[in-house]
């Protein structure tokens, strides 16, 4: 069974950064593609980045872009999203998932519903 495992949350103050790291073992990371989410209290889970696979397309939520990139190094099996110029408007938990690259071939990865594997989140919380 595939586990994603996050790590890298945290407190920080507006402005800063945090990278979160996204796990992946006993399965190829390059036969996936991986998702990155979150939740804050009282809000519905929400997608936050994603990268397909087979061509390393990404999406970002406008809330995100071009201050959030995610990244992937197939050789350790790990997926990062990089967060810079951090707003308290992003505390949330925030989740990695996974979803078969083949069975969603050519298809945005935005969908939440098409991620059959999840983490168990990380919290981050951005404070001053």
């Known amino acids: 069974q595939l586990q994603p495992v996050e790590s890298g949350g945290g407190s920080v103050q507006p402005g800063g950064s945090l990278r979160l790291s996204c796990a992946v073992s006993?399965?190829?990371?390059?036969?996936?593609?991986i998702g990155w989410f979150r939740q804050a209290p009282g809000k519905q889970r929400e997608g936050v980045s994603c990268?397909?696979?087979?061509?390393?397309?990404?999406h970002y939520a406008g809330s995100v872009k071009g201050r959030f990139t995610i990244s992937r190094d197939n050789g350790k099996n790990v997926v990062y999203l990089h967060m810079n110029s951090l707003k308290p408007e992003d505390t949330a938990v925030y989740y990695c998932?996974?979803?078969?690259?083949?069975?969603?071939?050519?298809?945005?990865?935005?969908?939440?519903?098409?991620?059959?594997?999840w983490g168990q989140g990380t919290q981050v919380t951005v404070s001053s």
């Open positions: 006993g399965f190829p990371l390059e036969s996936y593609d």
């Open positions: 998932a996974a979803r078969d690259s083949t069975s969603y071939s050519g298809r945005y990865c935005t969908m939440i519903s098409e991620y059959g594997y």
């Open positions: 990268m397909v696979s087979i061509d390393g397309s990404t």
